[in-house]
Nanobody, 121 residues
Framework: QVRIMESGGDSVQAGGSLKLSCAAS????????MGWIRQAPGKERELVSE???????TRYAESVKGRFTIARNGTGMIYLQLNRLNRDDTAVYYC???????????????WGQGTQVNVSS
């Protein structure tokens, strides 16, 4: 059983900052990658940032480059630092992890329940 848990969502004013955290736990054999995806009201899910363990490449959506930073601590935790927030960043932020569990042979995607970020002007 793999569990993904996000935290850190809040309501902030435009220009403010937040830090989101995500913890992966359970019977984890290997982590292939982790990242953040967000969904704004009435819009499709959008990749915000992710890293791949295989090629050690970090990716960002164009809309958040220079404002958001993804980080990891090597123990199943990742973070997303959100700076200079604007109203377009209002969304539910989901943590997604590509993990090989104890009973799997390849990495599968596991999702958290999401954490809400509200940005007001």
């Amino acid at each position: 059983q793999v569990r993904i848990m996000e935290s850190g969502g809040d309501s902030v004013q435009a220009g403010g900052s937040l830090k989101l955290s995500c913890a992966a736990s359970g019977n984890i054999i290997r982590t292939c990658g982790m990242g953040w995806i967000r969904q704004a009201p009435g819009k499709e899910r959008e990749l915000v940032s992710e890293f791949s363990a295989d090629d050690e490449v970090t990716r960002y959506a164009e809309s958040v480059k220079g404002r958001f930073t993804i980080a990891r601590n090597g123990t199943g935790m990742i973070y997303l630092q959100l700076n200079r927030l604007n109203r377009d960043d209002t969304a539910v932020y989901y943590c997604a992890a590509d993990i090989q569990g104890a009973f799997g042979h390849v990495c599968g995607r596991f999702w958290g329940q999401g954490t809400q970020v509200n940005v007001s002007s």
